[in-house]
């Protein structure tokens, strides 16, 4: 076993091999994903996240297939207790199915947000008429999931959202918009956080629920984004009708509710020093390809680009694995965690810089469904560094993360928050 030779007793030391049993889990997994490889859908060479497909409906539907398939070769759900329909396995190993999958080039499962997010806050706070309900079929990809949280008002401040849920009868009738809701356009159900009682603080008055994305009322329009996807949406909500069956949590403890989604996407995205872009290995083959070419002084430039990167980048994964190293040994993501979707973010964006340094005008891309990504697919190296900054906002923006760690690793004093105890409707936020 390899170690760094860190000092500070908030960091693990990493340890680079699996373990026995780790090596024969991944020794598992690798023989599925063979076993099974003409049933998945796989990427491009070096193409990744941030791409448009020809056909948005026909991936769609090849995405449902590959993530069912993959169900039922028991890798996905891997972390999930076996009464949920999942595995029964440790974090470690559901770590291990997500690097063979990179390896393999399978790409992000359509459901991701469903499994991260949604489905361990149904876990958590739903009945078990919900658990029997939904789980199985979300771990299948027979439904796919939303977090309808964000509104136009109410995004980092996320308590000053405003929707509303109204109670009549055995229903409650919600009304408000959403907005960057990432993959309503193809989800079946989404989880929902209303404001039911606004005499309360902005914090205490929420309430969550499952909402039926094909219910009456629930209107979804694709937003367009400027690398030519259309990943997420704005949704309408006009008196749509969910049964108090679909609350989950108690009325008034939506906030709680919300915290545990919110946790499960901090650890979904900055995980395990995965790279949120394209790989620093692509960047290297590139490197190869276009450094040699490229004029003496363009190349002075490239080459720092490319140390910047790379450093950014390694350094990235192998905090990430002194997380994993953590987890492997029984622990939870420590301080480390909440500073890992920052470094990650940070370094993807100086690998795409890096990248389109080196292809200069070759790097222009078509925007337009279908588009292959300009000259030789060079084109999507351009096109990542159009989507990052997407990812630096998403799931908490790289301000916010810094707000974290300096409050809550740091020590530091927190922000004021003046309309914090204020009822909703007299502070600020309603306004
Ligand atoms: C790719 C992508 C996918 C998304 N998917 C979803 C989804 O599926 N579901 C969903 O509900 N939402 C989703 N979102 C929305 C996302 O959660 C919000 O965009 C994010 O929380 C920021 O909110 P906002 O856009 O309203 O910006 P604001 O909160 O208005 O922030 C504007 C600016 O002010 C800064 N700022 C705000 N507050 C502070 C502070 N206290 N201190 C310092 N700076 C501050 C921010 O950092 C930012 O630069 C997605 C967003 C993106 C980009």
């Known amino acids: ?22 090596a024969a889990y991944r020794a598992r997994v690798r023989a599925a994903l063979a076993e099974h490889a003409d049933e998945l859908v796989h990427t491009d060479v070096d193409a990744d996240a941030g791409e448009e497909a ?19 070769a028991g890798l996905v759900g891997v972390a999930w207790a076996a009464e949920h329909g999942g ?14 999958l990179a390896r393999a080039r399978v790409p992000s499962l359509i459901n991701h947000i469903g499994i991260g997010m949604c489905g361990p806050t149904v876990i958590a706070h739903g009945t078990p008429a919900q ?6 079929r979300l771990l299948r990809a027979d439904d796919v999931w939303c977090q309808l949280f964000s509104e136009p008002a109410s995004g980092s401040d996320l308590a000053a959202l405003r929707t509303t849920a109204v109670r009549d009868g055995e229903d409650w009738v919600v009304n ?16 929902l956080l209303t404001r039911t009682d606004p005499d309360r603080p902005k914090h205490a008055g929420l309430t969550m629920f499952v909402v039926d994305m094909h219910a009456p009322g629930v209107t979804v329009r694709p937003l367009r984004q400027m690398g030519g996807q259309s990943d997420f949406n704005e949704v309408f909500l006009d008196d749509v009708r969910i ?6 949590g108690e009325p008034g403890e939506g906030w709680r509710v919300a915290l545990t989604t919110l946790l499960n996407e901090r650890v979904a995205v900055g995980g395990g020093g995965n790279d949120l872009g394209l790989s620093v290995e692509s960047l290297a083959r590139l490197a190869a390809d276009r450094l040699p070419a490229l004029p003496a002084d363009r190349q002075v430039l490239a080459r720092q680009a490319l140390g910047r990167a790379a450093v950014a980048a390694l350094a990235n994964r192998y905090t990430g694995y002194r997380r994993l190293t953590a987890i492997s040994q029984g622990g939870l993501p420590g301080p480390e965690a909440s500073a890992g979707k ?12 890096a990248g389109v340094r080196l292809l200069g005008d070759d790097a222009v891309f078509a925007v337009g469904p279908g588009d292959d990504g300009g000259a030789d697919g060079a084109g999507r190296w351009q096109r990542n560094q159009a989507w990052l900054p997407g990812i630096a906002i998403a799931g908490g923006t790289d301000e916010v993360l810094r707000n974290i760690v300096g ?19 007299a502070s600020g936020s309603a306004r």
Do not use: N
């Open 131 to 136: 658990h029997e309900k939904y789980l199985a």
């Open 407 to 425: 409050e809550r690793v740091l020590g530091l004093p927190p922000e004021p928050r003046e309309d914090k105890h204020r009822p909703f409707d």
């Open 243 to 248: 049964p108090d069956a679909e609350r989950l």
């Open 87 to 100: 595995q029964g396995g440790s974090l470690a190993q559901q770590a291990i199915v997500g690097q063979e």
């Open 176 to 191: 408000g918009q959403k907005v960057w809701t990432t993959l309503a356009h193809v989800s079946d159900y989404g989880i």
């Open 1 to 22: 076993m390899r170690t760094t030779t860190l000092t500070d007793e908030r960091c693990h030391p990493v340890d680079f091999d699996d373990t026995p049993d780790e």
């Open 54 to 72: 020809a056909d948005p409906r026909e991936q769609e539907q090849a995405l449902r297939r590959t993530q069912r398939v993959l169900a039922e």
């Open 342 to 353: 920052l470094a990650g973010t940070a370094a993807a964006k100086l690998v795409a810089d």
